[in-house]
């Protein structure tokens, strides 16, 4: 009886497995399809690593990530089309993995949202680094919740490869006396110190900080949520506001006030920090720890990274899909199922993906301009509004787990004083 019971649930979830199949595939062909709306410059990138490893010469990125270039680099070397090719295999590879990893719940709303997320990302998904650390953010906010050991060791990687996903490690502080909090420190700390022991000893103690000399160096990105208004005012006014492409290899905006809200974007980035180790802190402090309150302070950082930062490259969307869809995979299963401020991220997350996509690369050129074109500007304007949206929502999602939790070690309190 019981193998009728599984082999009948085995056929109803056929279909939707043949589903998830055909969506992940006309997704990735959208992709490539979107790669000659902008004369394939999209696919420079790639080029780019490829010539940076070859002359040396990728200061701003972190050495852990280019580790999973080089075997492919030793393949191609004097091909960067062949290099492009491999490396876009490699990616798909990658998300095939999460793929099945999502797929293995009981409750497939993360797999889904991610199919439809990740289509929306556009060429960002398979010719950007930033799937990397986003997929690994991915792995340790499922590790939050079935396996703590993973969790950090993902994390810590994370950051070794992209630095910002360092500043979630707040969410792996428990209490002082508990062991959790201990464990998790250990296996993030030692993951990071020994990624920048191989970098310092193969490649030189000047890698490890290379990328931190770079960040220092860059001013307000076109695309950031500060730089909006001022967009908007380059193209009512474009000589007294101008869009160029500077140093730091973005296009960035000078102008009157840009380097005030530059100023305050830093400031802000400072605030956040203070916040995650105020939150940390307070944990240490008081005790308790508690899954869905730290994977939705993981999503007010992330999101929060993106938005007070002077610099917002399209691709940077893409590291919301895997976080919020491990989010859906630890929320769908409980009593009320998903709460109310995650589903609006989710449903929220999808355009505002498709809107970076439609920043860049379909009208980018018109963006950067030296006249901005409206539709450009329009377009930037509602994707950075949405941007804010979903950073109220995260924020609201997790005032609501921490009434939660705070409930729950009330009655923990009441029940063993």
């Known amino acids: 009886m019981a193998e009728g019971r599984h082999r009948i649930s085995g056929v109803s979830l056929l279909p939707q497995r043949v589903a998830a199949v055909l969506l992940w595939l006309l997704g990735r062909l959208s992709i490539l399809a979107l790669v000659g709306i902008d004369d394939y410059t999209v696919i420079n990138d790639v080029a780019y690593y490829h010539r940076g490893i070859t002359e040396g010469t990728l200061p701003e ?109 707040a969410g792996l502080v428990a209490g002082w006396r508990e062991r959790r909090t201990w464990r998790q420190l250990f296996w993030f700390l030692g993951t990071l110190l020994l990624s920048a022991a191989i970098t310092a000893v193969f490649f030189g103690p000047d890698r490890v900080l290379s990328p931190l000399n770079y960040q220092g160096e860059r001013g307000l990105q076109v695309e950031s949520v500060a730089a909006t208004p001022f967009v908007l005012l380059a193209w009512l006014q474009p000589d007294q506001w101008q869009i160029s492409y500077a140093p730091s290899k973005s296009f960035e905006i000078q102008g009157l006030g840009t380097g005030i809200a530059a100023q305050l974007c830093s400031v802000a980035m400072l605030a956040l920090l203070l916040f995650a180790f105020g939150f940390a802190l307070r944990r240490f402090l008081r005790g308790g720890w508690h899954p869905h309150s730290t994977l939705a302070f993981w999503l007010v950082v992330l999101i929060a990274l993106i938005v007070v930062n002077k610099v917002f490259s399209t691709q940077y969307l893409l590291w919301m899909g895997p976080l919020l869809a491990a989010c859906l995979v630890g929320t769908a299963g409980r009593e009320g199922g998903v709460p109310r401020p995650l589903k609006i991220l989710t449903w929220l997350a999808i355009p505002t993906a498709a809107l970076g996509t439609l920043v860049y690369p379909v009208f980018y050129d018109q963006l950067v301009d030296a006249d901005p074109q409206l539709i450009a500007v329009v377009i930037l304007s509602l994707r950075n509004i949405a941007m804010l949206g979903l950073l109220w929502q995260a924020i609201a999602w997790l005032r609501l787990e ?8 009330s009655r923990d309190k009441v029940h063993h004083p």
Not at 64 to 80: K, M, T
Not at 402 to 409: F, I, S, V
């Open 61 to 169: 990125y972190p050495e852990p990530a280019l580790w999973l270039l080089y075997p492919l680099h030793a393949l191609f070397p004097g091909d960067a089309d062949m290099f492009t090719l491999a490396y876009v295999g490699l990616w798909l590879l990658l998300d095939v993995a999460f793929c099945l990893w999502l797929a293995r719940g009981r409750h497939g709303a993360g797999l889904w949202f991610w199919l439809l997320f990740s289509t929306a990302c556009g060429p960002m998904l398979v010719f950007r680094m930033d799937l990397v650390p986003a997929l690994l953010v991915g792995v340790a906010a499922l590790g939050v919740l079935h396996n703590s050991r993973i969790s950090a060791v993902a994390l810590g990687y994370a950051t070794a490869v992209k630095l910002w996903p360092g500043v979630l490690a």
């Open 402 to 409: 921490l009434r939660t939790e705070g409930k729950e070690h």
